[in-house]
């Protein structure tokens, strides 16, 4: 299953929304997560089962979709959200990963 | 608290072996699939290996099947990652984590820090 990120990069400032897209090249219900990994920084993660919150990640995080069109939201962008963030589905194995989506300050 | 610490990386020849090692503490390592995920220099992350908590099974990317073995040992704790035959494309930072129960379905919870191999002559 391949994972298209969409863009690949954007610019933005402090206090954006931001919205990152993720589609898959076929169905997997709900089973993907997103994670953010800051430069130099083993990823971490954001958003599990699609939409899901893990515990300790700001609010401001949430997580869409179902199928193959999925959406990671940034309500406000702050300055510790500029890194790069990645999608990776879930339902079948190899379990791949969307190519990456890098925030940088505008 | 869930730490991961891998080991083992370092300058490899073509051809050669290396063995990674990840040692786990914070949860019971048991009960939980094992994964290892590799990222290339400037590049995207790339799901490597799994295996599972207690019987061990395993599943391998197409690019490293028959090359790495992935295996743990409950009695310490640790995931191994057995790589041979190492190419210049496997150079990239290996990353250990623990899985939020089986990897399918559920995915990555928890990463390690990460160690550098690197393939070159």
């Known amino acids: 299953i391949q994972l298209t990120q969409s863009p690949s990069s954007l610019s933005a400032s402090v206090g954006d929304r931001v919205t990152i897209t993720c589609r898959a090249s076929?169905?997997?219900?709900?089973?993907l997560s997103w994670y953010q990994q800051e430069p130099g920084k083993a990823p971490r993660l954001l958003i599990y089962?699609?939409?899901t919150l893990q515990s300790g990640v700001p609010s401001r995080f949430s997580g869409s979709g179902s199928g193959t069109d999925f959406t990671l939201t940034i309500s406000s962008l702050q300055p510790e959200d500029f890194a790069t963030y990645y999608c990776?589905?879930?339902?079948?194995?190899?379990?791949?990963f969307g190519g990456g989506t890098k925030v940088e300050i505008k | 608290e869930v730490q991961l610490l891998e080991s083992g990386g370092g300058l490899v020849q073509p051809g050669g072996s290396l063995r990674l090692s990840c040692a786990a503490s914070g949860f019971t390592f048991s009960g939980y699939s094992m994964t290892w995920v590799r990222q290339a220099p400037g590049k995207g992350l790339e799901w490597v290996s799994v295996i599972s908590g207690s019987d061990g099974v395993t599943k391998y990317a197409d690019p490293v099947e028959g090359r790495f073995t992935i295996s743990r040992d409950n009695s310490k704790n640790t995931l191994h990652l057995q790589m041979n035959s190492l190419r210049a494309e496997d150079t990239a930072v290996y990353y250990c984590?623990?899985?939020?129960?089986?990897?399918?379905?559920?995915?990555?919870?928890?990463w390690g820090q990460g160690t550098l191999v690197t393939v070159a002559a």
């Open positions: 076929q169905g997997i219900s709900t089973y």
């Open positions: 984590a623990k899985c939020r129960s089986g990897c399918q379905f559920n995915g990555v919870d928890y």
């Open positions: 089962a699609a939409s």
């Open positions: 990776q589905q879930l339902s079948s194995y190899p379990l791949t």
